[in-house]
């Protein structure tokens, strides 16, 4: 007999949050270190928090595109590990080889959402084999969620509302706002913390 995909979550999740119920919730952003990879020793520093974490969220940034068949490659790529969020600049520098080795890390799990997307773009990037990624947007909806981005999860499982303000800004720029980085920070900070509840409430 197959099991409903929906029993393991507790009785009070909801399956969704209506806008209404989102708004009421409080602002969260992420407010720990956020460190710009930019040279050998912040590529050091950052490899080597991240190699002794078992577990990362991660996400991607892209520059907006407006016009009918215009498109651009990821320009950031962003990590959180307990302590700290690391933001790669990846039109600024060749950190192929850095990114390559943690995502075909098998011992650290790379937590996202929409991932395919993310994986898609960085793939034109460079060449990788991608282990142990989830995405926490197929779990959610495997458990009978009906939405499933990472602004609704947030709302549901975490109580808290992460704000959209910079999504459409120029994440090519070669020196980003504050606001920027606080958008890209969160967004990687939100994956890692929406696993870990998962895992608390054994929907991974």
């Known amino acids: 007999m197959s099991r409903d995909p929906a029993a393991a979550l507790p009785s009070e999740t909801p399956q969704r949050i209506s806008r209404e119920d989102m708004g009421e919730l409080p602002i969260r952003r992420y407010e720990g270190p956020v460190h710009l990879v930019a040279g050998h020793s912040e590529l050091d520093r950052a490899l080597?928090?991240?190699r002794h974490e078992s577990v990362v969220g991660f996400d991607t940034e892209t520059r907006p595109a407006f016009r009918p068949g215009e498109s651009y490659l990821p320009s950031l790529v962003q990590f959180a590990t307990a302590n700290a969020v690391y933001i790669f600049q990846v039109q600024q520098g060749d950190?192929?080889?850095a990114l390559r080795e943690i995502f075909s890390s098998e011992k650290i799990v790379k937590a996202g959402v929409s991932v395919s997307d993310d994986l898609r773009g960085l793939k034109k990037l460079f060449e990788f084999e991608e282990r142990a990624?989830?995405?926490l947007g197929k779990v959610a909806k495997r458990h009978g969620l009906k939405q499933t981005?990472?602004?609704n999860l947030t709302g549901i499982f975490l109580g808290t509302?992460?704000?959209k303000g910079?999504?459409?800004?120029?994440w090519a720029a070669r020196r980003l706002t504050p606001q920027q980085i606080t958008y890209a920070a969160t967004d990687a900070w939100a994956c890692r913390e929406l696993y870990l509840r998962f895992k608390q409430l054994n929907l991974v």
């Open 161 to 163: 509302r992460i704000p």
């Open 149 to 151: 981005g990472v602004r």
């Open 95 to 97: 950190y192929s080889g």
């Open 166 to 170: 910079a999504k459409t800004t120029n």
């Open 133 to 135: 990624v989830v995405d």
């Open 48 to 50: 080597h928090d991240i």
